[in-house]
């Protein structure tokens, strides 16, 4: 099996902004987000969430898509605000609200 590398990355919904971070997380379980997910090179892409508070972790066995991950505008929302890298792959104080696996 091929190494995979890993994004954690930890912070919160922009205030204002939770009905558009409802709709693209709504808009991330559509086929034709898995198939954007499948072409960006992700393997595993995790949303977990309290309130605004949120912790992100991806997955893909390229180095390279980790950080242009960041800037790929249609997976990845300008109201996510950064506060510091995440710590874990699975945060245990905020509940899972979307998961992705490539099959």
């Given at each position: 099996m091929?190494?995979?590398?890993v994004?954690r990355?930890s912070?919160e919904?922009?205030?204002g902004?939770?009905?558009?971070?409802d709709?693209f997380?709504?808009q991330?379980r559509?086929p034709a987000s898995?198939?954007?997910?499948?072409?960006?090179?992700?393997?595993?892409y995790a949303?977990?969430?309290?309130?605004r508070?949120?912790?992100?972790v991806?997955?893909?066995?390229k180095?390279?898509?980790?950080?242009?991950?960041?800037r790929?505008?249609r997976?990845?929302p300008?109201?996510?605000?950064?506060?510091?890298?995440?710590?874990?792959?699975?945060p245990?104080?905020?509940p899972?609200?979307?998961?992705?696996?490539?099959?």
């Amino acid at each position: 099996m091929a190494q995979e590398f890993v994004g954690r990355w930890s912070g919160e919904v922009a205030e204002g902004a939770e009905a558009a971070h409802d709709q693209f997380v709504a808009q991330l379980r559509t086929p034709a987000s898995a198939d954007l997910l499948r072409r960006a090179s992700i393997t595993e892409y995790a949303i977990y969430q309290d309130g605004r508070a949120l912790d992100i972790v991806f997955k893909s066995e390229k180095p390279s898509i980790i950080a242009g991950f960041l800037r790929n505008k249609r997976l990845w929302p300008s109201f996510w605000e950064f506060s510091q890298p995440g710590a874990v792959d699975m945060p245990q104080n905020k509940p899972l609200v979307f998961h992705w696996t490539r099959d």
